[in-house]
């Protein structure tokens, strides 16, 4: 067993095969998707939404107790481990209008949405070009195959080459590539949802807080 394992790595082919879906995902995504790609590895395993979520709404219960003792203008102070909670807060202390926070918000998570979307495209990209790759692999052994056909030893290498280029794009593709990318579209709309609904929250709270005539009596009794 472990002598048939041996024979199915080949550094020199599965380095080719790598390279292949390298090039063709940084030319169908661009250097900058394909770097968000691969930092997007990191986190792949670690991210937990719904643990950010239950924070988020731990934090969205602070914001709401601070706004009705202390106004909008002191939310900011409210701590949280999540940095778009903190962004959100800092930004509505600060907004002059509701509006303001409601387009802020709207174009944060829409530009989100778009990163995350990128980072997906690699690996769906990748998960495209294996197969195709290792397809191309395939054919090539076998045009080397049929082009020693008068030398039998120059037929093993030839073989090889073209199922371990088709094994190569069936491993990269289906175990690989794909569940990278169903996992990260997983994780973003996890994420996107939540932070939904804490941007509806604290809109629901500007909102009733009414945050210009606050700020305006609390200039005028300062």
């Given at each position: 067993?472990?002598?048939?394992?041996?024979?199915?790595?080949?550094?020199?082919?599965?380095?080719?095969?790598?390279?292949?879906?390298?090039?063709?995902?940084?030319?169908?995504?661009?250097?900058?998707?394909?770097?968000?790609?691969?930092?997007?590895?990191?986190?792949?395993?670690?991210?937990?939404?719904?643990?950010?979520?239950?924070a988020a709404r731990t934090a969205l219960?602070?914001?709401?107790?601070?706004?009705?003792?202390?106004?909008l203008m002191c939310i900011d102070r409210?701590?949280?481990?999540?940095?778009?909670?903190?962004?959100?807060?800092?930004?509505?202390?600060?907004?002059?209008?509701?509006?303001?926070f409601e387009t802020w918000a709207s174009?944060?998570?829409?530009?989100?949405?778009?990163?995350?979307?990128?980072?997906?495209?690699?690996?769906?990209?990748?998960?495209?070009?294996?197969?195709?790759?290792?397809?191309?692999?395939?054919?090539?052994?076998?045009?080397?195959?049929?082009?020693?056909?008068?030398?039998?030893?120059?037929?093993?290498?030839?073989?090889?080459?073209?199922?371990?280029?088709?094994?190569?794009?069936?491993?990269?593709?289906?175990?690989?590539?794909?569940?990278?990318?169903?996992?990260?579209?997983?994780?973003?709309?996890?994420?996107?949802?939540?932070?939904?609904?804490?941007?509806?929250?604290?809109?629901?709270?500007?909102?009733?807080?009414?945050?210009?005539?606050?700020?305006?009596?609390?200039?005028?009794?300062?």
């Amino acid at each position: 067993m472990i002598g048939i394992l041996a024979h199915l790595f080949d550094p020199l082919t599965l380095a080719a095969m790598l390279g292949g879906v390298a090039v063709v995902a940084l030319a169908q995504n661009g250097v900058q998707a394909v770097g968000r790609a691969c930092v997007a590895l990191r986190p792949l395993l670690r991210a937990d939404p719904l643990r950010d979520r239950d924070a988020a709404r731990t934090a969205l219960l602070q914001i709401d107790q601070v706004a009705q003792l202390r106004g909008l203008m002191c939310i900011d102070r409210v701590k949280s481990d999540s940095g778009f909670m903190v962004d959100a807060a800092r930004r509505l202390a600060n907004c002059d209008r509701v509006e303001q926070f409601e387009t802020w918000a709207s174009q944060a998570l829409a530009d989100r949405a778009q990163r995350h979307a990128s980072v997906r495209n690699v690996w769906l990209s990748v998960a495209d070009a294996a197969p195709a790759l290792g397809m191309a692999g395939t054919i090539i052994g076998l045009v080397g195959m049929f082009a020693a056909m008068d030398d039998p030893s120059a037929l093993g290498p030839s073989m090889a080459l073209a199922l371990l280029t088709t094994l190569y794009g069936v491993v990269i593709a289906n175990l690989l590539a794909a569940p990278i990318a169903a996992r990260l579209a997983t994780l973003s709309e996890q994420e996107l949802a939540w932070q939904q609904e804490a941007v509806a929250r604290m809109l629901a709270i500007a909102r009733r807080e009414n945050a210009p005539l606050r700020r305006a009596s609390i200039r005028e009794v300062a």
